[in-house]
């Protein structure tokens, strides 16, 4: 029996409801192949707010790093909003990437055949768009310095962040990325700024010289504003990006939205010694919370990417997302992927088909 | 008769091609509702360089600064994409741009009826799309000290550049786009990413200090990431967006290619006291330039657009506009735009068609 150790972050909104049947999933997984799961509960965001006062306690940390994984659902509500930054659920979340160091965000926006009407764009711009969007996660505007509101020689307030990378930084997040584009179909399209931003054109240069390593790989470069554009006009053309923490975060949504089912999506974050951590694209979804309707898809695919690429699992990652493509098939579907002529299930119904599956 | 001096700044690639159509255009038009227009050129990007050795020559400011308005095509070009940057075409438009003092850029992404089938999304959810996206052009992050490239302590390169905005440059625009949005439907998105970046939450509270002037205007706001998605799920939801260079830069070209026709969209650029700057949206496209195959007609548009919102001729925007309208109900395409039953012009003959209508 091979034991694994995985810490859950069920956060906020319908966060504990699709965790839940994520974990059901993988126990079922894990008997049939002799797999024994360990889990952990650790607090974050809103949860964490509630219970500690702050939305990254020490302690999750702790238990984070002491696990081979973590399974994180989704955390926010409208209520913290209002609070200041450092006791936000956002700042929980940013914190732990920063403190896992997971550098490498990998969003994969795929269509799935059996959704493909759910897309907003025509059935034959979106057929057969496979992306996946490698973000770097842990640098750039996000954390650099100097930032903050300051008083300036007239008096007025004035706000600043900070772009920047260095060398090294850009480098393991190429890396990651050329051997995503090789196990895929070997194109990576970079996208950066550099006609505008100096931050970029160190990028555009680094990107460049990595890919002597990786000639197999074909390496393309794109602005960000016309990668914005040429998703929307002919998302096929990509295989995979890389980007920036900024750019990622913008054309990783974009990219899924593409898609028309983000409830559907699955997500990892992975560092060089730390476990990863893997959670679904979509938010917390407070209004629904509760109430037995959230798609708990997202959160059991995000699984799979857990076993795929945190616990080197294949085959257990291969079962979960066949039991996903089952329920699919059968006609099964929660509401925010309804559609006429298939069957209404709640949370905890989807869930008991995929174990079924 | 009313007399204008008009800057014209032809560039690189088509943009020769194109500005003639619109010098020819505006002409008729001026002869009909007795405007007398003087055009005088001057060399911008590409073209400059080649001239002079640098993309924006003092002359073509002074140039500028002494019109009504200034009319530009597009420039750029690959063979420029190696210059050191000080030297490359897209310095010379960000030096005109702050030269001038042209902090507000109007970008309209309208869907014309006629090119609905253009575009990449479906009928029912492009089917009357009007976004104003107003975009801070001449702070941010693109114009932010600190920049550039650093060695780090440990001997490594670091890019670095600085997102910045003061309340004031913030007013200024949160104004304009106020104003904006009461000509139009009266709602205004301003889109930020506030949940991460002390620079948006600065955004963000100025422009709800502002709404209390315009409480005829619904405020609301957004995160860059999720206006990256709801543009593609469902942009009827918006009517004028409000936001910072960069987030500007990658909505504003997103939200036009949602109509598949960048080749119809005109932009403005507006300051306090200098002449506007009004340009296509679409870029010098080198690879049909001197092949009579470029479209005319959003630099015909943004002459429209200069004479409404620069030279305030409303008559005559209007009669260019339905000029535009004409000849595309008549079934006239240029290339990009050319579907089976219609017929396909050159430029020139193009303009032709627009100078008969
Ligand atoms: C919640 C927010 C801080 C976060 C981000 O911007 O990274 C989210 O949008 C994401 O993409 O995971
Ligand atoms: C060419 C480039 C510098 C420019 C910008 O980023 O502003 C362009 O993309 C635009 O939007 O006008």
Same mark, same amino acid.
């Given at each position: 029996?091979?034991?694994?150790?995985?810490?859950?972050?069920?956060?906020?909104?319908?966060?504990?409801?699709i965790m839940?049947i994520a974990?059901?999933v993988m &126990?079922?997984v894990?008997?049939?192949?002799?797999?024994?799961?360990?889990?952990?509960?650790?607090?974050?965001?809103?949860?964490?707010?509630?219970?500690?006062?702050? @939305?990254?306690?020490?302690?999750?940390?702790?238990?984070?790093?002491? =696990?081979?994984?973590?399974l994180l659902a989704a955390?926010?509500?409208?209520?913290?909003?209002?609070?200041?930054?450092?006791?936000? @659920?956002?700042?929980?979340?940013?914190?732990?990437?920063?403190?896992?160091?997971?550098?490498?965000?990998l969003r994969p926006a795929k269509?799935l055949?059996q959704l493909?009407?759910?897309?907003?764009?025509?059935?034959?711009?979106?057929?057969?768009?496979?992306?996946m969007?490698?973000?770097?996660?842990?640098?750039?505007?996000?954390? +650099?310095?100097?930032?903050?509101?300051?008083?300036?020689?007239?008096?007025?307030?004035?706000?600043?962040?900070?772009?920047?990378?260095?060398?090294?930084?850009?480098?393991?997040?190429?890396?990651?990325? *050329?051997?995503?584009?090789?196990?895929?179909?070997?194109?990576?399209?970079?996208?950066?700024?550099?006609?505008?931003?100096?931050?970029?054109?160190?990028?555009?240069?680094?990107?460049?010289?990595? =890919?002597?390593?990786? @000639?197999?790989?074909?390496? =393309?470069?794109?602005?960000?504003?016309?990668?914005?554009? &040429?998703?929307?006009?002919?998302?096929? &053309? *990509?295989?995979?990006?890389?980007?920036?923490?900024?750019?990622?975060?913008?054309?990783?949504?974009?990219?899924a939205?593409?898609t028309?089912s983000i409830g559907m999506l699955p997500s990892a974050?992975?560092?060089?010694?730390?476990?990863?951590?893997f959670e679904p694209v979509h +938010?917390?979804?407070?209004?629904?919370?509760?109430?037995?309707?959230a798609n708990p898809l997202a959160q059991v695919l995000s699984a799979a990417m857990m076993l795929r690429y945190g616990?080197?699992?294949?085959?257990a990652a291969d079962r979960i997302e066949q039991a996903v493509m089952q329920v699919l098939?059968?006609?099964?579907?929660t509401?925010?992927i309804? =559609?006429?002529?298939?069957?209404?299930?709640?949370?905890?119904?989807m869930g008991?088909?995929l174990?079924?599956a």
């Amino acid at each position: 029996t091979q034991h694994y150790r995985i810490t859950l972050l069920p956060g906020d909104g319908i966060g504990p409801e699709i965790m839940a049947i994520a974990v059901e999933v993988m &126990q079922v997984v894990g008997q049939q192949l002799d797999l024994s799961f360990e889990f952990q509960e650790a607090l974050l965001g809103g949860a964490a707010i509630e219970a500690t006062g702050e @939305p990254l306690p020490a302690a999750t940390v702790e238990t984070c790093k002491n =696990s081979d994984a973590v399974l994180l659902a989704a955390i926010g509500a409208p209520k913290y909003d209002t609070l200041p930054r450092h006791l936000r @659920p956002e700042t929980g979340l940013l914190g732990i990437r920063a403190a896992l160091g997971l550098f490498a965000n990998l969003r994969p926006a795929k269509i799935l055949p059996q959704l493909i009407d759910a897309s907003s764009l025509k059935r034959e711009v979106v057929e057969g768009v496979d992306i996946m969007v490698v973000r770097e996660l842990t640098g750039g505007i996000y954390f +650099g310095q100097p930032r903050g509101v300051f008083a300036t020689e007239s008096g007025e307030q004035r706000g600043v962040n900070t772009m920047a990378y260095a060398e090294s930084e850009i480098d393991r997040i190429g890396r990651v990325a *050329f051997e995503a584009a090789r196990k895929r179909n070997k194109r990576l399209c970079s996208v950066d700024k550099a006609n505008v931003l100096e931050v970029s054109q160190l990028w555009r240069d680094r990107i460049t010289a990595l =890919s002597a390593d990786y @000639p197999d790989v074909e390496l =393309s470069h794109m602005y960000v504003d016309n990668a914005a554009m &040429q998703l929307v006009r002919n998302p096929r &053309q *990509f295989d995979t990006i890389v980007t920036g923490n900024l750019f990622g975060d913008i054309l990783s949504d974009e990219a899924a939205m593409l898609t028309g089912s983000i409830g559907m999506l699955p997500s990892a974050s992975l560092g060089a010694t730390n476990p990863g951590l893997f959670e679904p694209v979509h +938010g917390s979804a407070p209004d629904i919370a509760g109430q037995d309707k959230a798609n708990p898809l997202a959160q059991v695919l995000s699984a799979a990417m857990m076993l795929r690429y945190g616990l080197d699992q294949l085959i257990a990652a291969d079962r979960i997302e066949q039991a996903v493509m089952q329920v699919l098939d059968q006609g099964d579907r929660t509401g925010d992927i309804m =559609s006429t002529g298939m069957t209404l299930l709640g949370c905890k119904a989807m869930g008991a088909a995929l174990v079924k599956a």
